[in-house]
């Protein structure tokens, strides 16, 4: 059974940081792309950032400078490093993986989902 499990999520105040973390499971997911997505109440949701399996990332702009993507192979794992954290960060953040080895940007691409994990940023 594939799993994506996310973790690392919490409050916290403007300016902190956060790792988040996802534990992949089930599938070899080193052999395609991953991505993290966030939704906050009442928005759809939506990209933050996607690396494909050879490593190769993207961002959103509204992230782009703040947040870094990172996998570690061996481990099945997913890291998002999440610094100089807004208020308008705060969502559910979710990991997801691909079919593809790229990375994308749309949420239909990818095919395995987490349950998310909360992030709340205060100001």
């Known amino acids: 059974q594939v799993q994506l499990v996310e973790s690392g999520g919490g409050l916290v105040q403007a300016g902190d940081s956060l790792k988040l973390s996802c534990a992949a499971s089930g599938r070899t997911f080193s052999s395609y792309g991953m991505g993290w997505f966030r939704q906050a109440p009442g928005k759809e949701r939506e990209f933050v950032a996607g690396v494909s399996r050879g490593g190769g990332n993207t961002y959103a702009d509204s992230v782009k400078g703040r947040f870094t993507i990172s996998r570690e192979n061996a481990k099945n794992m997913v890291y998002l490093q999440m610094n100089s954290l807004k208020p308008e960060d705060t969502a559910v953040y979710y990991c997801?993986?691909?079919?593809?080895?790229?990375?994308?940007?749309?949420?239909?691409?990818?095919?395995?989902w987490g349950q998310g994990t909360q992030v709340t940023v205060s100001s």
């Open positions: 997801a993986g691909s079919t593809s080895v790229y990375y994308d940007t749309r949420p239909s691409a990818y095919r395995y």
